[in-house]
């Protein structure tokens, strides 16, 4: 196993930018008639059933015609662009329990749905619950309306579906982690090497409970011609807040402002604009995620709404030791009082966290 990089270029399916992804539609899976009606089918049959969240499996609710769908999906996330949206629900005609459910049965389908929060939720909401924003240290990103900075999630895969979207803005942005690698070695190939190296990430900001205040790993991995990313360099500032911690040192600093700067660069993002009913499913180790900043209408039932799944998948990559965030909460864990595990309560966003 080899786990040293040659400070090379990398190309492959996971290299793309969004300026040249923007005008095709290669990214786009349609639903067929067969598979839209087999998934509201079986979506009915998960609502009158009701079962628990954290025990159900994909095994209980087959979706034979959804095979190919299933399959091109988990190629892209495994081998391939590292995301794809699926297009072609009618989330509008269903209402929130059905379009959850069908949403949660497709993500049985590619993986094992983790908890989200302190309560253990495996079905999560993207929505402003405040007028918070991001320079309040107690925002939580997803029930704010700022822009966020690209960032990694704490699972294998990440996956939204967008039940009503913003009355302006919100588009959901994707910045490939190869891209970003290869224009920071092309910029600056001194600084390149820090990025293999061992950081020092704030646990305790990302989870209350975590049984250290920080962890380490490395922001990119190169094991077997496999490349894989973690980011997030808020996490890395913030954990200089500890005096346990080293400091960081010049060129790792230049380095978390040269890998935002690059991030942000014009032409490296895809900006998706999030339309009812759409599913976008990302692999954290290969893209990044974000989203434009947005305004509400001033109804709350037509605030934006995305439902979010974290997915633990063994997509069978080759990390480096310690590789990304260190523990994850998966369903049967321990929870706070609270958790919702019933579809019909868990697709109704808890107003009383996160605020």
Request: charged fraction near 25%.
């Amino acid at each position: 196993m080899t786990t040293a990089i040659d400070l090379a270029p990398i190309s492959g399916p996971s290299a793309w930018r969004g300026d040249e992804l923007r005008t095709s539609t290669e990214w786009v899976y349609q639903l067929s008639d067969a598979e839209r009606a087999e998934l509201e089918t079986v979506g009915r049959q998960f609502v009158a059933d009701n079962p628990d969240l954290r025990t159900v499996t994909a095994a209980d609710y087959p979706l034979p015609a959804c095979a190919g769908l299933n399959e091109e999906c988990a190629r892209q996330l495994d081998s391939g662009r590292g995301f794809i949206l699926v297009r072609g629900l009618r989330t509008e005609e269903y209402g929130d329990t059905l379009a959850g459910a069908i949403f949660f049965l497709m993500g049985l389908h590619l993986g094992v749905p983790m908890g989200q929060n302190q309560m253990g939720d495996v079905l999560d909401h993207v929505i402003a619950t405040s007028n918070k924003t991001l320079d309040d240290p107690s925002a939580l990103p997803s029930r704010v309306r700022d822009r966020l900075p690209f960032h990694s999630d704490s699972s294998d895969v990440v996956a939204l579906m967008c039940l009503r979207a913003a009355k302006a803005g919100g588009a959901s942005s994707l910045v490939s982690g190869t891209t970003i690698y290869n224009e920071i070695l092309r910029r600056r190939p001194d600084l390149a090497p820090l990025l293999f190296e061992s950081w020092h990430w704030d646990w305790h900001r990302q989870d209350p409970d975590a049984p250290a205040r920080t962890y380490t790993s490395p922001i990119c991995s190169y094991v077997d011609g496999i490349f894989s990313t973690y980011a997030g360099s808020s996490m890395i500032f913030s954990a200089q807040d500890y005096p346990e911690v080293p400091r960081l040192t010049e060129a790792q600093i230049e380095l978390l402002h040269l890998y935002d700067e690059v991030s942000q660069s014009p032409g490296l993002a895809l900006d998706m604009d999030f339309q009812p009913g759409d599913v976008q499913w990302l692999l954290n180790y290969a893209a990044l995620h974000s989203r434009t900043g947005y305004v509400d209408f001033p109804e709350p039932e037509r605030r934006r709404h995305l439902l979010r799944l974290w997915l633990k998948r063994d997509v069978g990559r080759p990390l480096v030791d310690g590789f990304g965030k260190h523990v994850v909460t998966e369903r049967g864990s321990e929870i706070a009082p609270g958790g919702r595990f019933r579809i019909a309560e868990a697709v109704e966003p808890n107003f009383e966290w996160g605020n």
